[in-house]
Nanobody
Framework: QVQLVESGGGLVQAGGSLRLSCAAS????????MGWYRQAPGKQRELVAA???????NYADSVKGRFTISRDNAKNTVYLQMNSLKPEDTAVYSC??????????????WGQGTQVTVSS
């Protein structure tokens, strides 16, 4: 069984910073992809940032230059450093990972989500 556990959300004033972490644990053979998504009330879930196993990164246009995604493969952990936060960044942030758990068995997993609230 694989679990993704997020931490680091909270309440911050506009212009502030937060760092989210997501640690994967369980029967993991390899992690092919890790990413962060967010969903604000009344809106669809959107991709915020992603980092495949080759270390390349991609970001939503709305967060480019403000957010940085990184991963520690030894710890099976992905991070999202969020700077210059804006009220429109308020959402539930969820970690997503594509994990190989055995030969020919690759599955997508989600974390439970962590609330980020940015006050104006």
């Amino acid at each position: 069984q694989v679990q993704l556990v997020e931490s680091g959300g909270g309440l911050v004033q506009a212009g502030g910073s937060l760092r989210l972490s997501c640690a994967a644990s369980g029967s993991i053979f390899s992690i092919n992809y890790m990413g962060w998504y967010r969903q604000a009330p009344g809106k669809q879930r959107e991709l915020v940032a992603a980092i495949p196993s080759d270390g390349s990164t991609n970001y939503a246009d709305s967060v480019k230059g403000r957010f940085t995604i990184s991963r520690d493969n030894a710890k099976n952990t992905v991070y999202l450093q969020m700077n210059s936060l804006k009220p429109e960044d308020t959402a539930v942030y969820s970690c997503n990972a594509l994990i190989t758990v055995g030969p020919g068995r690759t599955q997508r997993y989600w974390g439970q989500g962590t609330q980020v609230t940015v006050s104006s």
